[in-house]
């Protein structure tokens, strides 16, 4: 049976796609199987890989609120907005996390021109330049043309800088995004020593795994919130879930609109994802 993706292409429906999305949140064969069951009844020819999603989260809630936040942590993320902003806050948080002194939107000095970088992150006597790539539309990949220009852009800005700093620090442009990567992005980054993190790219050190490695779970991951509450709580700074945990009731309903009854669930959902 054909089913259409984001970008409005058509596919063959995989079960066994979503089984492998769903055993990688988590879930168990008897889980596995209950879900893919309330999915057939979604199918139907050209249904939406949306909806399929949506019915898999939905009875993913039923089992377990983790489970369907981690089965939705990719979307989770697009949820951030439209431009980006929050993502370049976010992953900077990340950064930080792992042991890097990070700065946004810092402009570096090149031989041609000066370059506004949106993450500079140290650690190691080396300056990793980093460019991050947002989209929020499911099924969108970054290609070859956004690593080139990272590629370009670090040749001009070590061409400079390399005559001001300390002898011994190195220079790495780091490209960054909440999607996959072309095949052909993949090939030119590591022909160019290109540091490449995204959907399950690289294998051990992908987006992903750098998120629930550490529990870095994003705000808008949890389900017992709404949306204008997960944006609400983005622009106060409440990035990731635990950071929820250090909120009371009172002050959610108050600075973020989440009403008080709500409250004790969505902390304990954040608890159970990020403690527990």
């Not at 779970?217 to 622009?235: D, F």
Request: charged share 30%; glycine share 6%.
């Amino acid at each position: 049976m054909k089913v259409t993706k984001a970008t409005g292409e058509t596919e063959e429906y995989s079960s066994r796609k979503l089984e492998v999305s769903l055993a990688r949140a988590g879930a168990g064969k008897d889980v596995v199987r209950r879900v893919l069951e309330e999915v057939r009844k979604e199918l139907r020819p050209g249904v939406s890989t949306d909806a399929i999603h949506k019915a898999a989260a939905s009875r993913l809630l039923k089992e377990s609120s983790v489970l369907a936040a981690r089965y939705s942590l990719k979307r989770a993320i697009m949820e951030f907005g439209p431009q980006g902003f929050f993502f370049e806050q976010f992953m900077e948080a990340v950064l930080r996390e792992y042991g890097y002194k990070t700065k946004r939107g810092q402009m570096m000095r090149g031989k041609c021109v000066s370059h506004e970088i949106d993450i500079m992150a140290d650690k190691e006597n080396t300056h990793y330049i980093c460019e991050l790539k947002y989209h929020n539309t499911s099924g969108t990949k970054t290609d070859v043309e956004v690593a080139m220009y990272l590629r370009a852009r670090l040749e001009d800005i070590v061409e400079f800088q390399s005559r001001l700093e300390p002898k011994g620090i190195g220079h790495v442009a780091w490209l960054l995004t909440n999607t996959k990567f072309t095949s052909k992005a993949i090939k030119y980054g590591s022909c160019r020593g290109l540091r490449m993190t995204g959907w399950h790219y690289p294998k051990t050190e992908s987006l992903e795994r750098l998120i629930e490695d550490k529990r870095l779970y994003p705000v808008t991951v949890l389900p017992s919130i709404n949306h204008y509450a997960k944006e609400s709580l983005a622009r106060g700074g409440v990035l990731f879930a635990r950071d929820i945990l250090f909120l009371d009731p009172e002050t959610l309903e108050r600075r973020f609109g989440i009403h008080a009854k709500n409250a004790k669930k969505i902390m304990e959902d954040a608890y159970d994802l990020t403690v527990a």
